[in-house]
């Protein structure tokens, strides 16, 4: 609003001086002489002219220079500002981009990290399951040569078992049946000859 | 029937001692031997013969009708041994016969210097095996002995000699066992 008052005021200013101007006669150039007088001012007019510029400049130092001078200085403020604005844009933008980047950069790290982890932690993973089904099939193979050791003993012992009761069988049936009375109390004797004592047993 | 411990051993000792001079005055050292003998195989047979052993101490009979029964039963044995076991079967008191049967056997070894010695063997004896077997046991057992044979083919061979406390076993079936033990080890 001030602005265009100040326009309006140098507006009247032109208007005045043009109006002075205007209204000072002019002579024209019909009744000029040749030679050099052709080109220097004639005094009748010069002075006047110089009065009316006179005028004019004071017109437009009084009123006009501080309102363009005022513009200039806003002009030059609102640069200024804006400028600074823009200079504080600039080193915020930097400093976001910055802050990005560093944000980036610990996102990238902690990422880098979470995919070491996890990466550490799939090979302990991988290393227990792997020792656990290790240990797992020792246990099951101990497991089974244990049973098949158990089994192969008890077969053994089942077939010496067998061969024992087989045996003696054939050697009681054959006492029983090939030793004749005579045999018998000769074995008899020999037995009561090497038998332990009474007291022994 | 009795359970006062000191009570139940004197009747014991008294049976014993009953029976011992009934049989001594009958028929001296052959009679107390003949009745432990008769003895002993009447107490195996009652272990062996349930009908029997319940039919002498079943509450269903009066004492004299169990008396007459254990009589009956017993009707070929030594005369004194019967009268005592009917009277132990009159009274309820057969279950004592066992320990009768070991006072005896007592009894003839301190009073007579005699002890039994079963033998068992899978064929008869002849003389000489027996005066070997009376002289290995008297020298041992510092006692008279007396054989009482058996003949038990099942041990196949050789010979089971036994007292009231001890054993000797030099049969032919307990080598045959401890063979069989040691050839499945």
Not at chain 1, 65 to 92: C, H, Q, Y
Not at chain 1, 100 to 110: G, M, P, S
Not at chain 1, 149 to 158: M, R, V, W
Not at chain 2, 55 to 61: E, F, I, S, T
């Amino acid at each position: 609003m001030k602005c265009t008052n100040k326009a309006a005021k140098l507006s009247a200013v032109f208007a005045a001086a043009t109006a002075l101007a205007m209204a000072v006669p002019a002579y024209a150039f019909a009744d000029e002489g040749g030679g050099i007088e052709a080109i220097l001012p004639k005094m009748n007019e010069f002075i006047p002219m110089l009065v009316a510029f006179i005028i004019l400049w004071i017109i437009l130092a009084k009123f006009g220079w501080p309102i363009f001078d005022g513009m200039l200085v806003k002009r030059e403020n609102t640069i200024n500002e804006a400028l600074k604005k823009s200079e504080e844009a600039k080193i915020e933008a930097e400093r976001t981009l910055a802050e990005y980047q560093k944000q980036l950069a610990d996102a990238k790290a902690q990422a880098a990290k979470v995919i070491a982890d996890a990466k550490e932690t799939g090979e302990a993973v991988r290393a227990d399951i792997t020792k656990q089904a290790q240990d797992e099939a020792t246990a099951m193979i101990e497991k089974a040569r244990i049973a098949i050791e158990a089994e192969k003993k008890a077969a053994i012992s089942d077939l010496q078992g067998s061969i024992a009761d087989i045996s003696v069988d054939v050697a009681s049936r054959l006492i029983s049946t090939d030793l004749s009375d005579a045999e018998h109390r000769a074995i008899i004797e020999r037995y009561i000859n090497e038998a332990g004592s009474f007291h022994a047993n | 029937m009795p359970t006062n411990r000191l009570v139940v051993k004197e009747q014991i000792a008294t049976y014993t001692q009953l029976l011992f001079e009934a049989a001594r005055n009958d028929g001296g050292q052959e009679g107390v031997l003949q009745v432990v003998v008769q003895a002993e195989e009447i107490v195996k047979a009652m272990r062996g013969n349930a009908d029997l052993d319940g039919a002498l101490k079943d509450p269903g009979y009066t004492p004299e009708q169990k008396a007459t029964l254990a009589r009956n039963v017993f009707e070929g044995a030594n005369p004194a041994l019967v009268s005592v076991i009917a009277l132990m079967a009159e009274r309820g008191e057969l279950d004592y016969l066992p320990r009768v049967v070991e006072g005896l056997v007592d009894n003839m070894a301190s009073k007579l210097n005699l002890m039994i010695v079963d033998v068992t063997t899978a064929v008869e004896l002849d003389d000489h095996l027996r005066d070997l077997i009376k002289k290995k046991a008297a020298t041992e057992l510092g006692k008279d002995i007396v054989l009482n044979e058996r003949v038990d083919k099942s041990i196949l061979g050789g010979i089971i000699m036994s007292t009231k406390d001890e054993r000797i076993d030099a049969s032919l079936l307990t080598q045959v066992e401890k063979t069989r033990e040691a050839l499945k080890k």
